[in-house]
Every structure is written in structure tokens, then in C-alpha cells.
């Protein structure tokens, strides 16, 4: 099955740092969606980006589908960007909806 | 207000019983999933359902069972043939399975003492 891969596993920012994260994942994909997980639990929707540049505020993300990564951008960081950043796939056939997680980027923003 | 909810918030069980974990939405999406978190993790599809009275095992069945009689509805059964039950359990749906986004509920905490 299609494996993801993110990068860094751990970042440590002083507020106001920029930082990119990134996601390889090893073949095709229908589906790329960048999650953050909150302190409770609770996993934010960030983006839905197979493909192509969004941008919301100070974050942003691009997927480049034919080189198989995606890069979640966030500018200018806030003690609130503290948490952890998912990247999930859905590949494949089958259509099942099926997301892979990567293990995931354990962002601390210092103030 | 559109959501999904879970409940309990926090379920403790003793060894060998069975406990139920309630997910509901009222997005009027078709899909919904049940994903289990370990510690340090990303989360591993349990089930899904991609339509009322329809549901397929994902990567990890063993030890759960589940049930769709109603579309905004998809409850959790862990079952004592799961054999480390203790994790964060995180339901999600979308507007129909494959190539669309998905969304959680906030989730539940289970604990086997």
C-alpha cells in the first residue's frame, strides 16, 4: 500500500519563525488532506489539496502530485501553531475513502 | 450547528467487556469512518461505511464491530477480543467515499483497566 512519509518529526520555532513541512507519499493519490491535532484531540481541517497551491491566512500548502510531495507552509508563527501537523492520503483503487496517515510533525512555537 | 459528535468524551473499561462508542453527524454526508490513534501516532482506518446498511472492515477489524442502520449514524462496538483496546478513537465523515474531504469528530478516550 502507499506509504507517507513526514518531515521533520519534531520542529521547535520562536514565534514570529517561518517553517515547511513536508510529505512524501509513494504513489499516486485521489485525496491529500493536511489536518492539525490540537492539544485535546481534535484533528482541524487545514487543507484539502491533491493538487496545485492554496493558501488560508498565514498558512499554506502546495501538492505537486507528478513528484509525489505536498509542503504545508505556515508564516509567521503564534504559540497557538503548537500541535501536531498530519498529512493523509487516499490512494489508490477501490474508491473507499481510506486515508493513510504519516506519523505526523510535532510543531512547538516558543514565544 | 453542523458537526459530527462522539461520545463518551472518556470510557474506561474493565477486561472483558464490551463498550459502545457513539458517532453521529448531521452533515448529510454519505461516508463515515472509524480511525484508532496510539500514542506518538497517526491514525489507522478501523471501518467505514460508504452507505446506510453497508460497511467494510479496514486495516485493523479485528476485534471491533460496528453497524449503519441509520445515515447519521455509525457506532463502535470494541469487543473483548480486541486485545489492547486502551487508544483515542476518532470517527470522520464525508460527503461520499473517495475523493472527497474528510472530517472528524473531536473524539473518544479509551482506557482498559
Known amino acids: 500500500g502507499i506509504q507517507v512519509e513526514q518531515s521533520p518529526p519534531d520542529l521547535i520555532l520562536q514565534e514570529g519563525a517561518n517553517s515547511t513541512l513536508r510529505c512524501n507519499f509513494s504513489d499516486s493519490v485521489n485525496n491529500l488532506q493536511w489536518f492539525h491535532q490540537n492539544p485535546w484531540g481534535q484533528l482541524i481541517n487545514l487543507f484539502y489539496?491533491?493538487?496545485g497551491t492554496k493558501q488560508n491566512g498565514r498558512l499554506s500548502a502546495t501538492t505537486v502530485a507528478t513528484e509525489r510531495y505536498s509542503l504545508l507552509y505556515i508564516s509567521s508563527s503564534q504559540t497557538t501553531d503548537s500541535g501536531v501537523y498530519f498529512c493523509?492520503?487516499?490512494?489508490?483503487?477501490?474508491?473507499?475513502?481510506?486515508?493513510?496517515f504519516g506519523q505526523g510533525t510535532t510543531l512547538q512555537v516558543k514565544p | 450547528d453542523g458537526g459530527i459528535t462522539q461520545s463518551p468524551k472518556y470510557l474506561f473499561r474493565k477486561e472483558g467487556q464490551n463498550v459502545t462508542l457513539s458517532c453521529e453527524q448531521n452533515l448529510n454526508h454519505d461516508a463515515m469512518y472509524w480511525y484508532r490513534q496510539d500514542p506518538g501516532q497517526g491514525l489507522r482506518l478501523i471501518y467505514y461505511s460508504q452507505i446506510v446498511n453497508d460497511f467494510q472492515k479496514g486495516d485493523i477489524a479485528e476485534g471491533y464491530s460496528v453497524s449503519r442502520e441509520k445515515k447519521e449514524s455509525f457506532p463502535l462496538t470494541v469487543t473483548s477480543a480486541q486485545k489492547n483496546p486502551t487508544a483515542f478513537y476518532l470517527c470522520a465523515s464525508s460527503i461520499r467515499s473517495s475523493y472527497n474531504e474528510q472530517f472528524f469528530g473531536p473524539g473518544t478516550r479509551l482506557t482498559v483497566l
Open positions: 493523509a492520503v487516499e490512494g489508490g483503487s477501490g474508491n473507499t475513502g481510506k486515508l493513510i
Open positions: 489539496i491533491p493538487s
